[in-house]
Nanobody, 125 residues
Framework: EVQLVESGGGLVQAGGSLRLSCAASGLTDDDYAIAWFRQAPGKQREGVSCINLDDLNTNYADSVKGRFTITSDNAKTTVYLQMNALAPEDTAVYYC??????????????????WGQGTQVTVSS
């Protein structure tokens, strides 16, 4: 059973940084894609960034390109989302998701069968 646990959220001022972590267990091999999605109040869930663990292929939403960086640790059990230059519009609950797909996608959250519980990110102006 795949389990995903997010951490690292919090309250930060605009322009600040946070690093989110997604600890994954139960992955049967490293051909999984791990994605970060976010959902702000009253808005649809949107894809933020994703990575394929086997070849480290990455993808970013236009709104975060140049500000966010997704990486994985050497053991490929934890995926990080480094978020810099945060803005109030980045405020949302951030979720990580996993599925054995390639390439990873941000377009359809329904392709991911495994989800974490989410971590709140709040950016004050």
């Amino acid at each position: 059973e795949v389990q995903l646990v997010e951490s690292g959220g919090g309250l930060v001022q605009a322009g600040g940084s946070l690093r989110l972590s997604c600890a994954a267990s139960g992955l049967t091999d490293d051909d999984y894609a791990i994605a970060w999605f976010r959902q702000a109040p009253g808005k649809q869930r949107e894809g933020v960034s994703c990575i394929n663990l086997d070849d480290l292929n990455t993808n970013y939403a236009d709104s975060v390109k140049g500000r966010f960086t997704i990486t994985s640790d050497n053991a490929k059990t934890t995926v990080y989302l480094q978020m810099n230059a945060l803005a109030p519009e980045d405020t949302a609950v951030y979720y990580c998701a996993a599925d054995p797909i390639w390439p990873c996608t941000l377009r359809y959250d329904s392709v991911y069968d495994n989800w974490g519980q989410g971590t709140q990110v709040t950016v004050s102006s």
